[in-house]
C-alpha cells in the first residue's frame, strides 16, 4: 500500500518510529512525501520540521540518528510505521524514548541486542564484546561454533545448569554474528513466520 499524503491539508502524515530490536515506542514525527524518500535513500529517518520549515534527518547535530530497518503504512495509508535502531538518545532530554524510560524489552533477549549494540561501540575499552567486533567476522563465526560444540557436549549429560550456560553463552555469541552481519534475531523471527504460513 502506497502512503496517502493528500488526506492531510499540509501534506504531513504521521510517523510512529519503533526500536526495532526492542519494539518500544520511541517517538512521533511528520512526514511528507519528500520526507519518505529522503528516508527510504538515506537509510536514516528523515521528518519535516515545521519549527525549521524543512526536511530534518533525526540526529543531524546530534547524532542520534534512527538507522532504518523497515517502513509501513497502515491499513487506511495514512500513517506511517518505522522500525529502525536507534543510534544513542532519541529524546531531546537524554531519554532512550520521548515516552521516557520506563519502556523495558519484552525479554532480555530484546535488551541484549541493544547492549550488544552499544558495546559494539566501545573501541578502545576491555569490553569482551567490543574486542570479538574488532577481531572479525572470522573469529566471531568460529566462537559460535566452538560454543555449539559445547553445548552439544553437554546436551549428552545430565547436568542441567551446565546445559543451560552452554545454550546461554552459544545465543549471546549467536546474537554477536547476527550483529556483525547487519541482522537482529527480529529479522530470523520473520524468516521462520514466513516459513510458517508457507506450510501452515
Known amino acids: 500500500m502506497v502512503a496517502d499524503f493528500t488526506k492531510y491539508p499540509d501534506g504531513l502524515m504521521p510517523c510512529i518510529v519503533q526500536d526495532a530490536l526492542t519494539l518500544n515506542v520511541l517517538m ?6 519528500d520526507a519518505l524518500k529522503e528516508t527510504e535513500k538515506c537509510g536514516r529517518v528523515t521528518f519535516f520540521s515545521r519549527s525549521k520549515n524543512r526536511l530534518w534527518t533525526k540526529g543531524e547535530t546530534s547524532g542520534n540518528s534512527l538507522t532504518v530497518r523497515s517502513i509501513q503504512v497502515d491499513c487506511d495509508a495514512d500513517t506511517l510505521l518505522v522500525k529502525a535502531i536507534p543510534n544513542g538518545p532519541v529524546c531531546h532530554t537524554g531519554a532512550d524514548t520521548c515516552f521516557g524510560t520506563s519502556n523495558r524489552a519484552a525479554h532480555f533477549t530484546d535488551e541484549l541486542e541493544s547492549i550488544i549494540r552499544d558495546r559494539r561501540n566501545e573501541s578502545g575499552t576491555n569490553s569482551y564484546t567490543a574486542s570479538l567486533f574488532a577481531s572479525g567476522i572470522n573469529k ?20 542441567d545448569d551446565l546445559f543451560k550456560n552452554e545454550a546461554a553463552d552459544l545465543l549471546f555469541h549467536y546474537l554477536i554474528l547476527l550483529q556483525a552481519k547487519g541482522f537482529s534475531l527480529g529479522d530470523i523471527d520473520a524468516v521462520l513466520r514466513e516459513r510458517h504460513k508457507k506450510t501452515g
Open 140 to 159: 566471531i563465526a568460529q566462537k559460535v561454533g566452538e560454543e555449539a560444540i559445547e553445548l552439544v557436549i553437554e546436551a549428552k549429560d545430565n547436568n
Open 28 to 33: 512521533l514525527g511528520f512526514m511528507n512525501a
